[in-house]
């Protein structure tokens, strides 16, 4: 892929402070890129490396006000125009593979059009495949499983039976959709499963990392609503419910019968009790244990999480406890001393 740098800008709602007329052909970090490649600068630690970086072009922001002699490209969001750039220089011809002689497809599946579902993939009874999907090896759709179109199963995802996934979707290797949720009634020393019966419904436009686990409902569904994103090692369990562009970052867990609103963000080693419901644009801090509801626009961390002042003023009491309990400890034996009285006749 090739653009020149006014179409570039023009692309990126960016205004151009260079030759017009100059391409480049990819994009790379500042200290990396050749002069036929596109940087970017979101990050002022990165800063010190403009004077020497041989970038055909830079993306700074709209009113940065330092000093370099290679092209600028001025736009509001330079991380935000990476993004956008970066998907332009990655997009490849498509070329639909086909179904593989060495892929297992039910006579009983309806597989769409200009699908490519590569050898050693699974396609089980009654489900359905929507066009421009891929599947690669090793990835399985149960029985009437649902892959919505221009969605990607990479290697040894598996989709278990009646669970549907929609359009657009990217789900990475290893992880599991649609795994028993973990539902056991207890009986004196011994515990009884529960049957899970329902399903996980994933909504389009969503992208789901490597190893990720999502447990079907016990009745009903477990839901991941449209644009949501969710990083690596990631626990969602039976019957929560994921709001519209919520982010779930590494090994986070969300119990079972959660609600989490609409644009969420839950950062890493964040740990949810069930039952409880997380208002729209709440923030959860890595490594919070969240163990009743949060409010709307609220920013909790620690364990138990509280509101984010509250709990930065409990941490910076912390290291002086010990130097207050020996505060206290002389400030009882000094009231003892006067309780006591003085001592003689």
Not at 144 to 169: M, Q, Y
Not at 177 to 184: E, I, L, M, Q
Request: proline residues 5%; contains cysteine; glycine residues 12%.
């Amino acid at each position: 892929m090739e653009i020149s740098l006014q179409k570039l800008a023009s692309m990126l709602n960016g205004r151009l402070e260079g030759p017009p007329e100059a391409i480049v052909v990819g994009i790379a970090g500042i200290r990396e890129a050749r002069s036929d490649q596109i940087t970017f600068l979101a990050n002022p630690k990165y800063e010190a490396f403009m004077a020497d970086t041989q970038a055909g072009g830079i993306i700074v922001e709209r009113h940065w006000a330092g000093t370099c002699s290679r092209p600028l490209i001025r736009v509001d969001n330079p991380y935000l125009a990476f993004a956008r750039a970066s998907q332009f220089f990655q997009r490849k011809p498509f070329s639909p593979l086909g179904i593989s002689s060495h892929a297992w497809v039910d006579d009983s599946a309806k597989i769409g059009d200009e699908v490519s579902i590569h050898p050693f993939a699974y396609v089980g009874p009654g489900a359905r495949i929507g066009d421009r999907a891929v599947l690669h090896p090793f990835s399985y759709v149960g029985s009437d499983g649902i892959i919505g179109e221009d969605t990607t199963l990479h290697a040894n995802v598996s989709i278990l039976e009646r669970c549907t996934v929609g359009c657009r979707v990217t789900i990475h290797s290893g992880t599991v959709v649609g795994s028993d949720g973990f539902g056991y009634a207890r009986d004196g020393d011994e515990y009884v499963k529960i049957p899970q019966a329902g399903m996980v419904q994933i909504d389009d436009d969503v992208e789901i990392g490597a190893n990720c686990a999502i447990d079907r409902a016990t009745t009903g569904k477990t839901w991941i609503q449209k644009g949501v994103k969710i990083d690596n090692l990631v626990q969602v369990a039976h019957n929560v419910v994921v709001g519209k562009n919520t982010i779930l970052i590494a090994q986070s867990g969300i119990s079972g019968s959660t609600e989490i609103g609409n644009n969420v963000q839950i950062g890493g080693q964040v740990g949810v009790v069930g039952h409880i419901q997380i208002g729209d644009r709440a923030g959860i801090a890595a490594q919070s244990g969240v163990t009743r509801s949060i409010g709307e626009g609220s920013i909790v961390s620690g364990t138990p999480a509280l509101p984010h002042h509250n709990q930065l003023r409990a941490a910076a009491i912390i290291p002086k406890l010990p130097q207050l309990f020996k505060r206290i400890q002389n400030l009882e034996a000094r009231l003892k001393q006067l309780e006591d009285g003085p001592s003689g006749g």
